[in-house]
């Protein structure tokens, strides 16, 4: 059992746990990913992790929670555990060899970029990020980018906090500034990553991608995360998650996405009738 150590809510919908697992953080490095199961009859579970302690054996996850086994997962809390966490799964992001690199998180897709960014600047990298959020309350994890950052943008959709604007106004800004980078890493939702993308082959920078579709066995054995990158079938979770995100079929990423939304709807609505119940019940 994988025991909860630490929990903390990072904003209404993105809550931070801090699991006990000493042999997935001696070797977890940024860019791989974890699955859970929060209890011994629950789904499969695919999170990116968002840091590791390896002295202190722990391993980092940050969820946003918006179907049922997210929701399952929030109902754990410190002391209690999770019955499955297996891992590190995937391949370690590159970042050998870089010296200055942009990098992009779109909401809680910055729980992802953060490690890398982390690293990088550990290593030497002069690491410029930008992090875009709707809005003011659901920014996360402000004060530990600005730790790894040379520069760091803020940018809001409606302007209540930081700058106004997308991710790729700023990435054009820092450009069009003079900076010059190696590579650019863009981790978020599938059609931010996709504008990015567009923006950074205008300019012939090589960029990197996050791709994190739905997943099963985590082995690549079920073909549930297939997608398109150079005309070629991959596996995120074999062959990534991280790809060139300019050989990502993002049009075809963002149809597969959607084929289990009314069964994803169908879950969340179970899982908040069974807490429903529970509180009731304890009422």
Do not use: W
């Not at 630490?6 to 977890?28: C, D, F, G, Y």
């Not at 002391?79 to 499955?84: A, F, T």
């Amino acid at each position: 059992m994988y025991r909860i150590v630490k929990k903390k809510s990072l904003n209404p919908t993105v809550s931070l746990m801090e699991i006990k697992a000493p042999l997935i953080a001696r070797k977890a490095e940024p860019g791989q990913f974890i699955i859970f199961r929060a209890k011994e009859d629950s789904e499969r579970v695919p999170l990116t992790i968002a840091d590791y302690d390896r002295e202190k054996g722990t391993v980092t996850i940050i969820y946003q929670i918006v179907g049922g086994s997210t929701m399952e997962l929030d109902t754990l809390n410190e002391g209690e555990s999770l019955h499955d966490f297996v891992g590190p799964l995937g391949k370690p992001s590159e970042t050998e060899g870089l010296k200055k690199v942009a990098v992009i998180g779109g909401g809680v897709g910055c729980a992802i970029a953060y490690p890398i960014a982390k690293k990088l600047h550990n290593m030497g990298c002069e690491v410029h990020s930008v992090a875009g959020f709707r809005n003011k309350d659901l920014v996360i994890l402000e004060d530990e980018f600005k730790k790894v950052s040379s520069e760091l943008y803020i940018m809001t959709d409606d302007g209540s906090y930081g700058k106004k604007g997308l991710v790729t106004n700023a990435l054009e800004e820092l450009i069009q500034n003079g900076n010059q980078y190696d590579e650019v890493i863009a981790i978020g939702p599938l059609v931010m990553m996709k504008f990015v993308c567009l923006l950074t082959k205008k300019y012939d920078i090589k960029t990197i991608v996050s791709m994190n579709p739905i997943m099963i066995d985590g082995t690549g054995m079920c073909g549930g995360c297939r997608l398109t990158v150079g005309g070629k079938t991959k596996f995120a979770c074999v062959d990534g998650p991280d790809f060139d995100g300019h050989q990502v079929d993002f049009d075809e990423a963002m149809h597969r996405g959607t084929m289990y939304r009314e069964f994803e709807s169908h879950a969340r609505e179970s899982a908040c009738n069974l807490m429903k119940q529970g509180d009731d019940n304890n009422g």
